[in-house]
């Protein structure tokens, strides 16, 4: 069994573009794939959620959702800090980050919905981030080895593009943190590729669910219209991006 090698080593695959050495997703044939599939999944499941909603069974059911969402307005601070702190726990424990963009803009609408999820799943991030970088890191190592799933993960240079990257891959945001924290990227660089990395498909997942909480059904539809062009849009661009740098290197 191979040790990993020390922090700072060129092993990964998560050099910046102009560099010559290919960024995960690219390199991992996943890319921004794997998130774009599971969008593509959760808007699906979104419209037919919202047709029952608005013309089948779960008209009643979302009456006394709203009921209950109603009478909590007041302490719409409370819940905000309850929401930020279980997404801040959940997602250092490793829960996937898109369920708490869905939630935070049902819950509370786009703006505030997305405000509040992206700051509890960057909170939950860098703790798990900092976590295996200061007590942490001996175990990981001895537990994984010198897997591929942290090889794919861990970045060959220090920067936020590379962070940007790492967070394209299908790869669960604990596997991604863990790898980053065994990485030299620093904090400063973790912070900005993260959030960088979290916000497109942030966005889409918050317009999602703030488009299943509207009232109106021609509210609803513009909510979730908007999502699906956020979402094709970025696949657009992801293919062009990718199809220009296999043209860039030819002999890949």
Do not use: Y
């Not at 690219?26 to 998130?35: D, M």
């Not at 863990?178 to 990395?197: D, E």
């Not at 513009?222 to 970025?234: D, G, Q, S, Y």
Request: glycine letters at 14%; proline letters at 6%; a positive charge.
């Amino acid at each position: 069994r191979r040790a990993v090698p020390a922090p700072g080593l060129r092993i990964g695959i998560g050099e910046e573009p102009g560099t010559g050495a290919p960024p995960p997703g690219e390199s991992s044939g996943g890319g921004t794939g794997g998130g774009s599939r599971r969008l593509l999944i959760l808007l699906a499941v979104a419209l037919v959620v919202f047709l029952l909603h608005h013309f089948g069974p779960l008209q009643a059911p979302m009456e006394k959702v709203r009921g209950v969402m109603a009478d909590l307005e007041g302490r719409m601070v409370t819940m905000g800090v309850v929401f930020f702190s279980v997404t801040f726990l959940m997602v250092a424990l490793g829960v996937p980050r898109l369920l708490f963009f869905v939630l935070g803009g049902f819950f509370f609408n786009f703006w505030p919905g997305l405000i509040l999820a992206i700051s509890g799943v960057m909170g939950g991030a860098f703790a798990t981030f900092h976590f295996v970088r200061w007590c942490g890191r001996d175990w990981v190592r001895k537990r994984f080895d010198d897997t591929a799933i942290f090889r794919k993960v861990l970045p060959q240079s220090s920067t936020a593009w590379s962070v940007f990257f790492a967070r394209q891959l299908p790869l669960s945001c604990f596997f991604v943190n863990t790898g980053l924290a065994l990485s030299p990227v620093g904090s400063g660089a973790f912070v900005l590729g993260s959030l960088l990395g979290f916000l497109p498909q942030g966005i889409i997942a918050a317009l999602i669910g703030s488009g299943l909480a509207e009232d109106g059904f021609m509210e609803g539809v513009a909510e979730l219209t908007a999502a699906a062009f956020f979402l094709f849009a970025i696949m657009f661009f992801s293919w062009h991006w990718r199809r220009r740098r296999r043209r860039a290197r030819p002999d890949r």
